[in-house]
């Protein structure tokens, strides 16, 4: 019973690190493609203008990254708001029938628990 | 050529931005599909008065540790479970009634667009699999097969909060 205890714990941190490492590679990925994007961006404004006007450029760019995130902040902001009104009176109403009715064990708002 | 270069830069910005996003937003959409097949299930349930049934509390408890275990789950993962050969979950309670037949094909086919159509890493690996000749639909399969069987299976257990479940508590 503890080697097969063994075996899961150890097949379970191999696929928490599996999940982990593709999650990190993701994030490098991605950091990776906007920097390098920003890098190539600014060196052709640099190239085209001769004295490129860095606040226009500044504000650009981080328009071109806050813009699209602020509403999909909202979006999701907003996706969590209805969640967290209605998914509480679904359950209720799902009680009062069903009394042994299992949960998906996420936060009211729909977002997951934290894993202590 | 400057303006060409300028051109790919915003290009890589804009998707590199986009991605970041998405990659949270098809979580929301996946639980929310996942979340109206259940839904579906337990007031065809309820309608039938099969509530208590076996095989309803079965699908019910697997989708809920789908739903649970959604952002863990990439196509790294059900290949890393694959290799383990240690076997699949228990499915045959949930094949009892039709309807709850129905719902769990629902819930892998969705968990396997979510896979393969959903992400680059899961997009790519379905692609290299077309261009070495595997057979499409049998792909597809196989990934539903291997998402639900990872997500279902006692090492997916860390996606669950300690206190609730415990540490060495089974995930279904």
């Given at each position: 019973m503890a080697e097969e205890s063994d075996t899961d714990n150890d097949l379970t941190i191999r696929i928490v690190t599996v999940s982990e490492r593709h999650k990190t590679a993701r994030t490098v990925a991605i950091c990776l493609t906007i920097g390098f994007g920003i890098a190539v961006v600014c060196t052709t404004i640099v190239r085209l203008v001769d004295k490129p006007p860095w606040l226009e450029l500044l504000l650009a760019i981080i328009g071109l990254a806050a813009a699209p995130s602020g509403v999909l902040a909202l979006l999701i902001r907003a996706i969590r708001r209805y969640t967290k009104r209605t998914a509480p009176l679904l359950a209720e109403a799902q009680r009062r029938d069903d009394s042994a009715r299992s949960s998906s064990?996420?936060?009211?708002?729909?977002t997951d628990k934290p894993i202590a | 050529m400057t303006v060409l270069l300028f051109a790919i830069g915003c290009f890589m910005v804009g998707c590199g931005i986009a991605y970041a996003w998405w990659i949270r937003i098809r979580v929301w959409l996946l639980r929310q599909d996942l979340f109206v097949i259940r839904d579906g299930l337990w007031y065809a349930m309820r309608d039938a008065g099969k509530l208590d049934h076996p095989a309803h509390r079965k699908a019910r408890q697997n989708l809920n540790v789908m739903i649970r275990f959604a952002p863990r789950l990439s196509i790294r993962v059900i290949n890393e479970f694959a290799s383990w050969k240690i076997g699949d979950p228990v499915f045959d309670k949930c094949e009892d009634l039709p309807e709850t037949a129905v719902a769990m094909r629902q819930a892998n086919h969705r968990y396997a667009r979510y896979i393969l159509r959903e992400t680059l890493s899961g997009f790519a690996w379905f692609v290299a699999g077309r261009a070495e000749g595997t057979n499409k639909p049998e792909q597809v399969d196989e990934v539903e097969r291997r998402a639900a069987a990872a997500a279902l299976?006692?090492?997916?257990?860390?996606?669950?909060?300690r206190k609730r479940h415990g540490p060495m508590a089974m995930a279904h």
């Open positions: 064990n996420l936060r009211p708002d729909g | 299976s006692p090492q997916a257990r860390f996606a669950y909060p």
